[in-house]
């Protein structure tokens, strides 16, 4: 069996790797890392937490949830338009796997070098899966995308596409069952999302967005975040939510449902002036990531829902609520 | 019962609270939160995750684990020299209980208050009671206590005392029984932790210490990180460290085991030249934190226990190791 402090040698400390932008100025290993912020710069810090069972089925593949854990943290430093600075990973384990281990580290690793976002230090102890990650980002003053920002008159966006994963989940579950040529292209979209930080980087530093959120828990619910603390409403164009492409060949009715509500998109919701619809084009041209107008905010409270008509539309959705 | 949104504003977010640092730019509530680190100093980041049944009994007293939970991150914080600035809170919670939450919740923000250290983030979710804290502090450049920096000739200090927090361990598992007034005195030791963030600020501001760490897994375990780490090896007198009022009616040989290899004594332990001997007394007095010299660190590597007379001493002791 190994040690506490081997497992974190062999696995969790890479003594070949060098800081190539000096900002880890003492990594893992001592009662706590060190940092170099930049000078002035803000910090955008972000905890979340992994249950066995919970966010992730038992038996999970370790280098996708090693990806995943690492990817739903990134995910809100995307939904905040900050850099990715370096992360602390809490890890609490039934035993010390050597190929868990192996596998979960790749994945976790394989996404901090994507986004040159360093491992600087954590905990680990023995105890039911627990994965608990906490990343720091960094950006200037007054550029953050937060939820109270959204003003009536703005268009409502979202990247990506959206309803893949609650699709894959659905066929995970046994709520339904895709042919393998759809579980190959939704699958990853649960296991393995891919946190929007390029778009999200852009979209402050060009201060293109008001407010901004990643799509964690369906979209109607956590657009309500945004309606909440901006104090304000809006019109969803359900028809214009983009389908993932599994989600695609499935009923218009499961579409609306697992677009509008569906959980795990990772996508994110923004919502920004008209005058910006060209730059947003562009922004996301520039990031790979495709960008969707689905709506508007208005003055009025509620969330209004409409098909492509523009006819309301009552749908039974509701967000994820962990102690629901 | 509770929803977690009603959770997190019901226990976790203070309205009322102005941050009068300006530090906290964004709190609970968002993406990220935001903090505005003082340009030029360095962020010190530590993560520590406690599981029930490992790092506290079942039905542990919450507003004790509230206080615990925040203060074994506090005290890494202190081992580096840190000023502590804020937190994540990251909650596994079996279900959402009213009276666990406000006892918790009250036990955290009493110590947080005590060090103007913020909550600003975090995440809540159902399973096996698991609490993740994150916190982090600044320093100046070049004033952090660090494991690797101990020095041939160097004296061995010790804060506060060490060894009651085991003796309570000993007490609640039934391998001794304590009498009331010596329970009374040795359980705070052990459920409620104090971080000695003053003495090790003093310490790193001053460039009293060299090399510093807090003792979480017992004194001689931990003391290994810093010989490892720094290349050097060190004389212990076992005989000179100080004991709790409680372990100090023990027998000499329990007193010694307790004392050298506890665990949870949550003290520091620095190394530091001799000529900062009167300097750090000082500092003991300032921080309100008793300062003892316990031994030296020498060239040659290895640590050689010895008695009050300095012959070699022959303890069965080990560090605690979460795998092992």
Not at 228 to 242: F, H, N, Q, Y
Request: with cysteine; charged share 20%; net charge negative.
């Amino acid at each position: 069996m190994l040690s506490e402090f081997d497992l974190i040698k062999q696995y969790f400390t890479r003594r070949d790797r060098i800081d190539a932008s000096g900002r880890t100025v003492l990594g893992v290993g001592d009662d706590c890392a060190l940092l170099a912020p930049t000078p002035g710069m803000q910090l955008a810090v972000s905890s979340d937490m992994l249950v066995e069972g919970r966010h992730f089925l038992a038996g999970a593949d370790p280098f996708a949830l090693g990806h995943k854990s690492l990817a739903v943290n990134l995910s809100d430093l995307a939904a905040m338009g900050a850099a990715p600075l370096g992360f602390t990973l809490a890890l609490a384990l039934p035993g010390a796997e050597p190929a868990w281990l192996d596998g979960f580290s790749r994945g976790l690793f394989a996404l901090a070098d994507l986004h040159a976002c360093e491992l600087v230090g954590g905990d680990t102890t023995k105890g039911p899966l627990n994965i608990c990650i906490t990343v720091f980002g960094e950006l200037a003053p007054g550029t953050a995308l937060r939820r109270d920002a959204a003003r009536a008159g703005d268009d409502l966006w979202i990247s990506g596409t959206l309803g893949d994963a609650r699709l894959a989940l659905a066929d995970a579950l046994g709520e339904l069952a895709l042919g393998d040529a759809d579980r190959q292209v939704a699958a990853p979209r649960l296991h393995a999302p891919t946190p929007r930080v390029a778009l999200g980087r852009l979209l402050a530093e060009g201060r293109l967005a008001h407010a901004a959120l990643d799509i964690s828990d369906g979209l109607v619910g956590d657009l309500g975040h945004i309606l909440t603390a901006s104090k304000v409403g809006a019109v969803l164009d359900v028809d214009a939510l983009p389908a993932g492409p599994a989600l695609l060949r499935q009923s218009p009715e499961l579409r609306r449902r697992f677009t509008a509500a569906g959980g795990d998109d990772y996508e994110l919701c923004f919502t920004a002036p008209a005058e910006n619809r060209a730059a947003i084009l562009a922004a996301g041209t520039q990031s790979g990531t495709p960008v969707t107008r689905v709506g508007r905010i208005e003055a009025t409270p509620g969330l209004r829902l409409v098909d492509a008509d523009g006819a309301p539309l009552e749908l039974k959705l509701r967000g994820w609520d962990h102690f629901a």
